[in-house]
């Protein structure tokens, strides 16, 4: 068990070779991210176990966040106190918002391919536009608590978009459903 001999040293990997590895190492974390939570079938288990793996970071970060007072717990306005108000609040949320958000993830992604962000960082770049569009509609430091749950939206999108764009659609528009569900069911209000 000495040293390799001069036979067996590996060979120096090239720039090229390097890049193209990086890139396969990217792809590959990108695309198969959803598969974190395991297989999706039976799908509702999956869907549950992906909003579950999106929504616990997230709520830690808001804890966190909250306790060095750097979010507020959200004020929402456009619930009022009547009975109507709170029914159309929620299903805005549960239903209409994350497929609306969804939607909207087509044309992000659109964009950002044309503007050649490397596939890559797809991913990370749109995470990161959904958060600033969150910290933009809410409090500054709330989007940093939606980067995660956006990570893992998007990751599911490119996964299941290799396949059907209109399942990446169902699919991530289920699971962000799910994660709100989740949020309300715990009392989170993230």
Known sequence: MGSLS??????????????????????????????????????????????????LPAQLIFSILENFGLIIGQVDTRANNSFSGIIVHYIDLLLLTPWIETLLMVVVFFVLRVCRVPSTMLLWVSALAWAALHSYTRQLAYGVVVFWPFVMFSAIFLK????????????????????NILSLVFHWNI
């Open 6 to 55: 001069s036979r067996e040293q590996p060979l120096p990997i090239t720039a090229e070779k390097y890049r193209s590895s990086r890139h396969k190492l990217f792809m590959e974390i990108a695309i198969n991210f959803g598969k974190l939570c395991g297989n999706e079938k039976p799908l509702p288990l999956y869907i549950f176990r992906v909003a579950l793996f999106a929504l």
């Open 160 to 179: 299941h978009e290799l396949v059907n764009r209109n399942h990446a659609v169902v699919y991530t528009s289920v699971v962000h459903c799910a994660y």
